[in-house]
């Protein structure tokens, strides 16, 4: 913390401690439970949107067999990015449930529920690796 400020930078997003808590939790249990790499990205998405997801997915330690839910809020837009190997245990159609699930949460104000049941149900969907 610098001088003047009264929380840390962390603490300036969108989600509390205990939000930021639940989403570890459930990034953490997405990964162990299907071998995949879950990531999510809150904030601002280049136009054209998918192109800026799809980038950001490429930046990934791993991105054949990462998934990238990214949110932006501001725009009201959200994707689903799976690399190669994530996709044949995550078909397009598994992602767009996912997806509709998330929304509906996100239009009740609930950015980290959807978050968290958005990625059991893909975490669901694809299954043990």
């Not at 001088?3 to 989403?23: E, I, N, Y």
């Not at 809150?42 to 950001?56: F, H, S, T």
């Not at 990015?81 to 598994?94: N, S, Y």
Request: aromatic residues 4%; glycine residues 10%.
């Amino acid at each position: 913390m610098t001088a003047g400020k009264s929380q840390p930078d962390v603490l300036s997003g969108p989600f509390t401690t205990r939000q930021l808590l639940r989403l570890d939790e459930a990034l953490r249990l997405a990964d162990t439970s299907t071998g995949l790499t879950f990531s999510i990205y809150v904030g601002e998405l280049d136009e054209p949107v998918r192109a800026a997801a799809e980038k950001l997915h490429a930046q990934l330690a791993d991105p054949p067999h990462s998934v990238l839910v990214a949110v932006s809020p501001n725009q009201r837009l959200l994707e689903i990015v799976t690399g190669g190997e994530a996709r044949r245990r995550l078909p397009d159609r598994a992602a767009k449930l996912a997806a509709l699930s998330m929304a509906a949460a996100f239009g009740g104000g609930d950015l980290a529920g959807g978050l968290v049941a958005g990625l059991a149900q893909l975490a669901d969907h694809a299954g043990r690796g």
